[in-house]
């Protein structure tokens, strides 16, 4: 009897949490227009999708800002670790806390800041604003993700290298890195997916003209909501769950590696 | 004694405005077992990374084979060094690790395979090329950094306290390891540790440091018989250090008793310390002893008792295989020759600080 009832307690919590996404995965395979009725099981709508030139372009927006962002990103918070690493640990300690203090911030301060902040400087909005901008906020992620396998590093694994006659740099690359690898990953994973999700920010710092796929659909949508939004949106969310499943995946393969 | 191969000159290094090695020479054979040993905190593992080039000095020069070496960066110094805590990579297997430094001076793949064999045969892990590091237990790990070190072919190797992870049994098995490899390479060893006992067993001359000073310098056996002052001779094993007074030569009042020593050269009526170690204690009947007292403190240790006789007002630690009850009147000798007459220390610097390790 406990045993049922805790079973329909957890259906009742994902049916709350997954029911809006599941209402809209089903209608986007609805052939009929109204969603008031079910016209019959179609794919005409993700069809109509990928012949819409507007929506492919903000596709290839989205995808573009999403993997420049987070591979830029990706590069600058990792030196920002190697640098945080030879800090003293109260100097560590504060930088950290400065880092972390911009995902903390809610989305639109954020957004309304960069765009002040590029109209003071005269910056022209569009591709390059919103690609500053997704970097400006993907590079707390990738340190967060990062650091700690900073911190778990062994030092004496460096010097060993150095003093095995590898010069500074190729010590790093070869030893270093490695160690590194699965924080690197998924501080990029987690820097796309962000990128790909993010929409306040976006749509304070795009400039008229330019798209990505958020800031189109919520443009498609006040114009009334047609069913392709359904297909499209689906497609996002299943893509950002692919990605999340990685970005949980990538660190177990190393740890879980057997011990004899 | 052989070659002279490295020269540490007038070396200080602080950190932090903090002093840790001040003004200090050395000078390191070749072909020698030299062991720096100290508590933590004396410099010691700071005068490695000063050789290995993982810190550098603030004045002095490091001579190695005659050559200033002191601004050399790690990567281009002929030595090699084991750490610590191993420092393997844990991403590449056993041939991998032990091929890495022989990869970055690009030799070629047979010389790298002969030498990965001959390595490997040399600590006794034979058979482990495939294996991942992580796979090993902590003293196959430690043999797997020696034999990475060994195949550069390093005039010296450097150990920093390669032992300490180890438990009691293993590392003793590795010091006799230590011993044969050394022997076998033919090449100087500087190994640092902060137990005595594993600078006693292995080393050809041991360094004694404490705060930033090289408190005595010799072979183990003078170390340990002949301390030239109080930290040393209570760093290296038990004994029993007394403010005594040099009557003349071969005469020293311990505690108001004039005991006879082989000493000479202190002096009239000086003040100095003097070292017995507790085996070196003779109880006796107590007429037949110099100074008569009580056993106040009775344990075993295994090998012998370890006891504390109250006598002239001083706890003496005594070592024997005989037993005395706590509360038995015993007499105390000691042979003139197992005496140790220090001077007492001129200046603060050089003050025995005994530490608890």
Known sequence: ?260 | MSKELIHLNNISKSFDGQMVLDELNLTIHENEFVTLLGPSGCGKTTTLRILGGFATPDTGSVIFDGQDITNLPPNLRPLNTVFQKYALFTHMNIAENIAFGLKIKKKSKDYIADKIRYALKLVNLEGYENRMPDSLSGGQQQRIAIARAIVNEPRVLLLDEPLGALDLKLRQEMQYELIRMKNELGITFVYVTHDQEEALTMSDTIVVMNQGYIQQIGSPESIYNEPENAFVADFIGDSNIISATMIEDKLVSILGTRFACVDTGFGHNKPVDVVIRPEDVELVPPEEGILQGVVSHLIFKGVHYEMEVMAGGFEWLVHSTALHPVGEKVGIRVDPYNIQIMNKPESEDEEAVAIDI
């Not at chain 1, 052939?31 to 596709?59: C, E, M, P």
């Not at chain 1, 967060?144 to 060993?160: D, F, I, T």
């Not at chain 1, 997916?193 to 003209?209: N, P, Q, R, V, Y």
């Open chain 1, 1 to 260: 009897m406990r045993n049922a009832l805790k079973k329909f307690y957890i259906a009742l919590i994902f049916l709350f949490l997954y029911a809006p996404i599941a209402t809209l995965m089903v209608l986007s395979f609805n052939a009929s227009k109204t969603r008031a009725k079910w016209g019959g099981f179609t794919f005409k709508w993700y069809v109509q999708l990928v012949h819409n030139d507007d929506i492919l372009r903000a596709l290839g927006n989205t995808l573009l800002i999403a993997l420049l962002s987070s591979v830029i990103a990706t590069v600058i918070g990792t030196i920002a670790c190697i640098a945080m690493n030879t800090m003293k640990k109260r100097t560590r300690t504060i930088m950290m806390g400065i880092t972390n203090i911009p995902m903390l911030n809610a989305d639109i301060v954020t957004g309304i800041s960069l765009m002040l902040l590029f109209i003071s400087f005269g910056l022209r909005f569009g591709m390059g604003t919103i690609l500053l901008s997704h970097i400006t906020f993907n590079i707390p992620y990738v340190i967060l993700s990062v650091m700690p396998r900073m911190k778990q590093l062994n030092p004496s694994v460096y010097e060993a290298a150095l003093d095995l006659g590898a010069p500074p740099v190729t010590a790093f690359f070869k030893v270093v890195f490695p160690d590194l690898t699965p924080g690197i990953l998924s501080g990029f994973l987690m820097a796309f997916t962000m990128s790909l999700d993010d929409f306040i920010i976006t749509h304070f710092t795009k400039g008229a003209g330019v798209d990505t796929l958020s800031t189109k659909i919520y443009t498609e949508v006040r114009k009334g909501i047609k069913p392709e939004m359904y297909a499209l949106s689906t497609i996002i969310f299943v893509a950002v769950l692919v990605l999340l499943l990685l970005v949980n995946a990538a660190p177990d393969k190393k740890e879980g590696k057997t011990r004899v």
